[in-house]
């Protein structure tokens, strides 16, 4: 409460304010020496403030009647429409209580994803390494190995490794993660688009599909998330002004929109089929060397479905509001009022860190819905011999 006290009676002697209200009776000028020896005790009473608080924003506004410093809090920073009522001192209270619940939540849910996310990783791409090469392991291995890469770059600027005030290249790390979460996508929709052809063409799979078109499948993906960030050193190089929202736009394309619609479409056909193609089987007599080959292509498909649904549930509403917040910014040119935006940082923030919980995820789909992986699993970490998938 002292703490509180001292910000808005200093916020009060420098704007002629009294709590956020205009008060003529205030005079802003201080000519006797006790009242500069008051304002410089409760200055320094407010810098203690805030470097006890450690959520705010270390960046102040220089002209204080225009920002009031309290709203300057990581990660909330706020544009106020000049429509808006003045923000009181309960007001204050509640937007940085909001924007602190805010950051808790993200750092917590995404601790969370990587906790899951970092060993997870770790262990698909050794499980499926000593698996016979296909193009499905080649693709749960590209994409074992991309989440551990995406969750790595993004625990750098989540937890502040590198400090955005004193090192102008933060963007570089943030976009380089961005390429492997885009890169995720992708490789799921590939996985898809390999399910859906061996499921399609059964018997001309392995001519349809080769080891080749895989790899080169894998880098074109590469090259496509890699667009983005091409387009944000231009931007930060000063090479070409692309413009924000063009960026945003390609971005969301890239990062979701376009591999969403592939696993969409493919998982469809591929449900299809496979509904169609039971009843068949009903009144076949399989050999039982084709029952094995089909039970683990079963299994790769079942994973396929799972990971399909849990992509669809946990990234695309961040995306959306991503959308939102650049559409507000760029194009509407509106802005919410304080209260309201303080709202929107914490679902924006909020389906962020919810969004990391996809790179984490993919290990235990795997090791729950396909049997033959978890088998190899558990032969693998005790030391028995190595099983064929």
Not at 52 to 70: I, V, Y
Not at 207 to 230: C, D, E, G, H, Q
Not at 359 to 384: E, M, T
Request: with cysteine.
């Amino acid at each position: 409460m002292v703490l509180i006290f001292a910000k808005n009676f200093t916020y009060s002697l420098e704007t002629g304010e009294n709590m956020g209200h205009p008060n003529e009776n205030t005079t802003a000028n201080i000519n006797t020496e006790y009242g500069e020896i008051l304002l410089r005790v409760f200055n320094a009473v407010l810098d203690i403030s805030r470097s006890l608080d450690g959520k705010e924003n270390t960046t102040k506004p220089s002209n204080l009647t225009e920002f009031d410093p309290e709203f300057y809090y990581n990660p909330c920073i706020f544009n106020e429409p000049e429509t808006c009522p003045p923000a009181n001192n309960d007001l204050r209270n509640q937007i940085r209580t909001l924007c602190k619940a805010a950051a808790i939540k993200n750092y917590a849910i995404f601790s969370i994803a990587l906790a899951l996310g970092l060993p997870g990783s770790v262990f698909a791409l050794i499980t499926v390494a000593t698996m016979p090469a296909s193009p499905s392991i080649v693709y749960m291995g590209m994409l074992a190995a991309s989440d551990f890469l995406a969750l790595t770059l993004a625990s750098v600027t989540m937890y502040r490794a590198s400090d955005q005030n004193s090192w102008p290249y933060e963007w570089f790390l943030i976009w380089s993660g961005r390429i492997f979460q885009a890169f995720s996508h992708w490789m799921l929709a590939l996985i898809c688009l390999e399910r859906y052809v061996s499921v399609r063409f059964p018997l001309q799979k392995s001519r349809v599909y080769s080891m080749k078109l895989t790899w080169m499948s894998t880098a074109v993906v590469l090259i496509i998330s890699s667009i983005p960030f091409a387009m944000m050193c231009f931007i930060e190089f000063d090479i070409y002004d692309i413009g924000d929202l063009t960026n945003t736009l390609v971005y969301n394309i890239i990062y979701i929109f376009i591999p969403l619609i592939f696993v969409v479409l493919f998982t469809i056909l591929t449900a299809l089929k496979l509904r169609s193609g039971a009843r068949r089987r009903q009144t076949m007599i399989v050999p039982s060397s084709r029952r094995h080959s089909s039970k683990m292509e079963s299994e790769l498909t079942r994973i396929m479905f799972v990971t399909a649904i849990f992509f669809f549930l946990l990234t695309l509403p961040w995306s959306f509001m991503y959308i939102l917040d650049r559409f507000f910014v760029y194009v509407f040119e509106f802005s919410l009022c304080l209260l309201k935006q303080a709202l929107f940082y914490m679902i924006f923030f909020t389906t962020l860190s919810i969004s990391f919980i996809n790179h984490s995820i993919n290990f235990y789909v795997y090791y729950f819905f396909a049997k033959g992986f978890r088998r190899q699993f558990l032969r693998i970490f005790s030391c028995k011999r190595e099983a064929r998938y």
